[in-house]
């Protein structure tokens, strides 16, 4: 076990995290990989040309930054190919093109991510697939909604906005018992907290741009599949040309060393905040995997190592006309969270959420929802700036 590639399998998440991707002797021994700029790679010779018969040979098909990020997430998530897109979007609609085609039914879980959603309901559609929204409270009972041509079952746990957890084993073994190919977006947890191909899951799906990045700056999206689905995988975005960019990749990997220590933090004070939130009155609920009273809390205790920093709030509403006013008054009268619909960053976040293209999940009818993201300001400064938000809701 001398082998630092041993060495680091066996070792703790902030141990991996600083280590994995890139291994300093292959570029001199600078700790970081340099960022390689590539559109043309050159060969010494014609045969090798012909053959393609090196490491690199386009830049859209990989350089050694890229690479770099690629075997790092492949490390975390217990992966056999990662392949890096421009958005956490992309990380999305490339393998449902990959896998998906005309005549497919595919099974997305109603509380997807809005922009998964909206590419479901128009390009997809429009080549032939049809989409059908299924309850993330489902578990095995999937397998009733599987048909013949169900070729995709996509998972998001927990859900965009509202957080409901999914029982991703009953679900993924249903699923393959039918023949389709499972997909996870995975983002909330990132691989730290939750390694979806653990779980039967066959693509796991993140937005770098969030924990990843950490710093409000990159838009990136990986997608990761197991050994059975990564050939697919690689030729359908090969096929679309999609690629991430170095500098990019470079800045993914920057944000992968710290990302450990900082998900602690946004943890706790997310967690202590929601804890706080839970008991007052002038808020109807907090929905908050790790919080016992949230309904996905046993599920998530079952399957997750931790919690990240968003989770949402109901605000004692009273009737539902004041709902947008209510929620405009608390945005209004924060300082330090930004309103801002991105998240994973180091500054605190909130929005007013919007439920309207839900079919099954309609979300709380007690108050407006407002999202949370955590950063990692002092946490006594932002229960002051809630306190702030919520006294000015109380008003309306
Ligand atoms: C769960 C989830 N998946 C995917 C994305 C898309 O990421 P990006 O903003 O990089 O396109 C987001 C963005 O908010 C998200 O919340």
């Known amino acids: 076990m001398n082998d630092k590639k041993d060495v680091l399998a066996a070792a703790g998440p902030n141990t991996r995290l600083t280590h994995v991707g890139n291994d300093p002797a292959e570029f001199h021994g600078f700790v970081n990989p340099p960022v390689v700029h590539a559109s043309t790679v050159l060969f010494p010779n014609a045969a090798t040309m012909e053959k393609r018969a090196q490491k690199y040979t386009y830049g859209t098909r ?78 095995a009972g999937i397998a009733a909604l599987m048909k013949p041509n169900t070729k995709l079952v996509h998972l998001e746990a927990p859900g965009s906005n509202t957080f409901e957890m999914q029982d991703v084993r009953a679900i993924a073994d249903a699923a393959h018992k039918g023949g389709a190919v499972v997909t996870m977006d995975n983002t ?43 050939n697919r995988l690689w030729e359908g975005n090969f096929a679309l040309g999609i690629c991430g960019c170095p500098d990019d990749a470079y800045q993914i990997l920057r944000g992968l060393r710290t990302m450990g220590v900082r998900l602690e933090r946004h943890q706790d004070s997310a967690l202590r905040l929601a804890e706080w939130l839970e008991g007052r009155d002038d808020v109807a609920a907090v929905l908050h995997p790790g919080l016992p009273s949230f309904p996905g809390h ?77 950063g990692l300001e002092d946490i006594a400064d932002l229960r002051a700036d809630i306190e702030r938000g919520l006294a000015a809701a109380r008003a309306v």
């Open 62 to 139: 990989g350089t050694p930054t890229t690479d770099a990020l690629c075997a790092a997430i492949d490390e975390l998530e217990g992966s056999a190919g990662t392949i890096l897109v421009p958005s956490g979007l992309a990380a999305v609609t490339v393998p449902f093109l990959a896998f998906l085609s005309a005549g497919d039914h595919a099974l997305i879980v109603d509380s997807v991510y809005s922009p998964t959603r909206y590419f479901c309901d128009t390009m997809l559609t429009r080549l032939g697939v049809t989409v059908e929204y299924y309850d993330p409270a489902v578990g």
């Open 188 to 230: 909330w947890a990132t691989p730290l907290y939750f390694r979806p191909l653990d779980h039967g899951v066959d693509i796991s799906i993140h937005a770098a741009t969030k924990y990843p990045s950490g710093h409000s700056d990159i838009l990136m999206g990986t997608v990761s599949a197991n050994a059975a689905h990564w």
């Open 298 to 374: 046993a599920l998530w205790k079952r399957d997750f190592k931790g919690a990240s920093g968003i989770f949402s709030v109901v605000l004692d509403g009273g009737s539902p006309e004041r709902f947008k006013a209510k929620a405009h008054a608390f945005l209004d009268a924060l300082r330090i969270f930004g309103l801002g619909y991105s998240w994973g960053g180091f500054e605190s976040l909130a929005v007013h959420v919007n439920l309207n293209d839900r079919t099954i999940c309609k979300g709380p009818t007690a108050g407006p929802l407002v999202r949370l993201q955590i």
